[in-house]
């Protein structure tokens, strides 16, 4: 079945930009959501329909997805901003794939 | 505001069964597809189970098809995972997530999870 591949982790300094790839086979053509998750807590989403940001979503979070690879980006990284973070698509109408998921250290 | 609580989880010993619950509330429930989601402990997400607003498409992922049932009220505004024949690897945390359309699209709402531990 297909898969959707994330880096494990992904460190970053206060203030710099962080980016999460999330990598499957013809990505590009479905769309791509990507949610947020803190330890001990619920999933939240962040990204919809590749590059769309829920309300209440900070403006530093942005998405893009070409060809097999979809990409999180988090410009000026804050604290608040480490987390586990995961992709979602649709492989067909009835399989939903979650990425591999990518823990982010602000250091 | 959305509301999504589970309940019914707790310890199973393996081959029997559990039903997991979600009252939701705070938008109108009949309008929207719901899922179910877990996490086992320190591991990622994985999709279970999804049934479209009018309960006429139901699926679910390969590792709990034919175990595995879900259903909903809308009358009750609520979502139910019906788990038979359990195992071990179905210890996890077990999400209830809104979708944003009546179809399969996203998870815009989550419950706060609970924990279905299977062991012998």
């Known amino acids: 079945s297909s898969e959707l591949t994330q880096p494990p982790s992904v460190s970053v300094s206060p203030g710099q930009t962080a980016s999460i790839t999330c990598s499957g086979d013809?990505?590009?053509?479905?769309?791509v959501y990507w949610y947020q998750q803190k330890p001990g807590q619920s999933p939240v989403q962040v990204i919809y329909?590749?590059?769309k940001r829920p309300s209440g979503i900070p403006e530093r979070f942005s998405a893009s997805n070409s060809g097999n690879t979809a990409t999180l980006t988090i410009s000026g990284t804050q604290a608040v901003d480490e987390a586990d973070y995961y992709c979602?698509?649709?492989?067909?109408?009835?399989?939903?794939?979650f990425g591999t998921g990518t823990k982010v250290t602000v250091l | 505001e959305v509301q999504l609580v589970e309940s019914g989880g707790g310890l199973v010993q393996p081959g029997r069964s559990l039903r997991l619950s979600c009252a939701a509330s705070?938008?109108?429930?009949?309008?929207?597809?719901m899922h179910w989601v877990r996490q086992i402990p320190g591991k990622g997400l994985e999709w279970v189970s999804g049934?479209?607003?009018?309960?006429?498409?139901?699926g679910y992922a390969d590792s709990v098809k034919g175990r595995f049932t879900i259903s909903r009220d809308n009358a009750k505004n609520s979502l139910y995972l019906q788990m038979n024949s359990l195992r071990p690897e179905d210890t996890a945390f077990y999400f209830c997530?809104?979708?944003?359309?009546?179809?399969?699209?996203?998870?815009?709402?989550w419950g706060r999870g609970i924990l279905v531990t299977v062991f012998s």
């Open positions: 997530a809104k979708d944003s359309f009546g179809g399969w699209s996203d998870f815009d709402s």
């Open positions: 705070g938008f109108k429930f009949d309008e929207y597809a």
């Open positions: 049934i479209t607003w009018n309960s006429h498409f139901r």
């Open positions: 013809k990505l590009g053509e479905k769309y």
């Open positions: 329909q590749n590059n």
């Open positions: 979602q698509a649709w492989d067909s109408s009835t399989a939903c794939l």
